[in-house]
Antibody, heavy 118, light 110 residues
């Protein structure tokens, strides 16, 4: 069974760093890109970026490039989304998803709620 | 502002049909496959349609997808109250070298 299991909810202060994770199982992890998607409170889905677990090649949305870092450790089939300095506007639910055919996403993690507040 | 444009909301009665449009450009929908997702609050989005018109295993044929030029459409027939959700289109944008989603459409089954 294909599963993407994300790390738990986080509460952080502005300026702090954070790394959340997404562990894939039940499939060949290096065969499919992992995408990160943001949903801010009351808003829609936003494509943030993706990583090829086989070689760590990344694409970022212009809206997120330079603000987050996507990485992967294929030895433990886990992808990461990282911030060096959080802002209140980073408060959102973050989903990881497996990229399937035609840039669709067939399996999704359960989401990680990140709350940034002083 | 989303790169892909969807109507904010649509509504229809149980048993009826509804369509949701997704408008883009030649750099995204015009030259790439479109996918559609159903998203219920507090849950992970679910893939309904990929490659413009294909349904993953387990998705009923009440859901259909089509694409023409720089626009795509999701159709849902035999509406059920359980279909009330937010629906998103998505595709790749070759100009941005990034994926993009529509702004989402809230479906109300009256």
């Amino acid at each position: 069974e294909v599963q993407l299991v994300q790390s738990g909810a986080e509460v952080k202060k502005p300026g702090e760093s954070l790394r959340i994770s997404c562990k894939g199982s039940g499939y060949s992890f290096t065969t499919f890109y992992i995408t990160w998607v943001r949903q801010m409170p009351g808003k829609g889905l936003e494509w943030m970026g993706r990583i090829d677990p086989s070689d760590s090649y990344t694409n970022y949305s212009p809206s997120f490039r330079g603000h987050v870092t996507i990485s992967v450790d294929k030895s433990i089939t886990t992808a990461y989304l990282q911030w060096s300095r959080l802002k209140a506007s980073d408060t959102a639910i973050y989903y990881c998803a497996r990229q399937y055919s035609g840039a669709s996403h067939d399996y999704w993690g359960q989401g990680t709620l990140v709350t940034v507040s002083s | 502002q989303s790169v892909l444009t969807q109507p904010p909301s649509v509504s229809a009665a149980p048993g009826q049909k509804v369509t949701i449009s997704c408008s883009g450009s030649s750099s995204n929908i015009g030259n790439n496959y479109v996918s559609w997702y159903q998203h219920l609050p507090g849950t992970a989005p679910k893939l309904l349609i990929y490659d413009n018109n294909k349904r993953p295993s387990g998705i009923p044929d009440r859901f259909s997808g089509s694409k023409s030029g720089t626009s795509a459409t999701l159709g849902i027939t035999g509406l059920q109250t359980g279909d009330e959700a937010d629906y998103y289109c998505g595709t790749w944008d070759s100009g941005l070298s990034a994926g993009v989603f529509g702004g989402g459409t809230k479906l109300t089954v009256l």
